[in-house]
């Protein structure tokens, strides 16, 4: 498995799915009957702490500098 996933593209997907996590349980955020959805920030956590994105793949993108 090959990384495509740059460090500044790490950084938002870690932001982003902490953010989300913090809707679900709520912290800081309103009781609702969409606090579930937050859970869906665990694939950006998953795709940062990894370093591959599956749909990056499939895009034939990459925001991983070139390794030479």
């Known amino acids: 498995m090959n990384t495509n996933v740059g460090t500044v ?3 938002a997907r870690i932001i982003i799915g902490l ?4 809707f679900a349980i709520p912290l800081g955020f309103p009781k609702s009957s969409w606090n579930w ?5 665990v ?4 795709t940062a702490i990894f370093g ?3 749909l990056y ?3 034939g993108m990459s925001t991983c500098p070139v390794k030479k």
Do not use: E, N
Request: glycine share 10%; with cysteine; charged share 10%.
């Open 9 to 11: 593209d790490k950084v």
């Open 19 to 22: 953010a989300l996590i913090a």
């Open 37 to 41: 959805v937050g859970w869906i920030g």
């Open 43 to 46: 694939i950006p956590l998953l």
């Open 52 to 54: 591959y994105c599956p």
């Open 57 to 59: 793949t499939l895009l």
